[in-house]
């Protein structure tokens, strides 16, 4: 992985910020098109990162971890709205826009982890930077994966299980929003201590499968 990673934190923010955002950005088109124009007439359905930026989410957290050079990549831009009751297929709909982001973040690391592999000729910083933004879309889609709220795995889960199972989910995730930052800090210490090391060995192991290099 040393390998590959660029030296320059400005380019590691900008993948992490852009990433975040593309995330985002998927959520609101999965609801669009399962019917729900709600993200796409409040303006969310745009790459332009203006609307989507959260002060603490989108750049003091993020800035405060690549700049330390921190083996964590994590932020959040602005939740996308959307209506599930708008949504047509209501069995599955929310899943499916739970599940919409995490699957951008790791399309996009399949695909630049495939030019790593195989990008033979490229000049070396092309590698890099497709080795970094791998890495990072790897860490944030895996991580929105677990099944903590707010994260995508989370409500995922909560949409997929039948109305009587979920209803013990939600009032979990009604509780832990109620919280507030507390709640995200605890989270984040939780993970810190018990789960940041297997987590991030999985993450290098992803990714060295997908590049070829460790």
């Given at each position: 992985?040393?390998?590959?990673?660029?030296?320059?934190?400005i380019l590691g923010f900008l993948i992490l910020i852009i990433s975040i955002i593309l995330h985002e950005v998927a959520h609101?088109?999965?609801?669009?098109?399962?019917?729900?124009?709600?993200?796409?007439?409040?303006?969310?359905?745009?790459?332009?990162?203006?609307?989507?930026?959260?002060?603490?989410?989108?750049?003091?957290?993020?800035?405060?971890?690549?700049?330390?050079?921190?083996?964590?990549?994590?932020?959040?831009?602005?939740?996308?709205?959307?209506?599930?009751?708008?949504?047509?297929?209501?069995?599955?709909?929310?899943?499916?826009?739970?599940?919409?982001?995490?699957?951008?973040?790791?399309?996009?690391?399949?695909?630049?982890?495939?030019?790593?592999?195989?990008?033979?000729?490229?000049?070396?910083?092309?590698?890099?930077?497709?080795?970094?933004?791998?890495?990072?879309?790897?860490?944030?889609?895996?991580?929105?994966?677990?099944?903590?709220?707010?994260?995508?795995?989370?409500?995922?889960?909560?949409?997929?299980?039948?109305?009587?199972?979920?209803?013990?989910?939600?009032?979990?995730?009604?509780?832990?929003?109620?919280?507030?930052?507390?709640?995200?800090?605890?989270?984040?210490?939780?993970?810190?201590?018990?789960?940041?090391?297997?987590?991030?060995?999985?993450?290098?192991?992803?990714?060295?499968?997908?590049?070829?290099?460790?």
């Amino acid at each position: 992985m040393s390998n590959y990673m660029i030296p320059d934190a400005i380019l590691g923010f900008l993948i992490l910020i852009i990433s975040i955002i593309l995330h985002e950005v998927a959520h609101g088109y999965a609801a669009n098109a399962l019917g729900d124009p709600t993200a796409r007439l409040s303006g969310r359905l745009t790459l332009n990162p203006i609307p989507h930026l959260d002060l603490m989410g989108s750049i003091i957290i993020p800035a405060l971890l690549v700049f330390t050079s921190s083996p964590v990549y994590f932020g959040w831009a602005k939740p996308v709205p959307y209506n599930p009751y708008n949504l047509t297929h209501r069995r599955w709909g929310e899943t499916f826009v739970a599940l919409a982001g995490s699957s951008t973040n790791l399309l996009l690391a399949v695909i630049f982890g495939l030019i790593v592999r195989f990008g033979f000729g490229l000049p070396s910083t092309a590698i890099s930077i497709a080795a970094l933004i791998t890495f990072v879309n790897l860490f944030l889609g895996l991580f929105n994966l677990i099944p903590f709220p707010p994260l995508d795995g989370y409500t995922a889960l909560r949409s997929a299980l039948p109305w009587s199972m979920s209803q013990g989910l939600a009032n979990f995730e009604h509780q832990i929003r109620n919280a507030g930052a507390l709640a995200l800090i605890l989270f984040l210490i939780a993970f810190s201590y018990l789960l940041a090391a297997p987590f991030f060995l999985l993450v290098l192991r992803i990714f060295t499968l997908l590049t070829g290099s460790a």
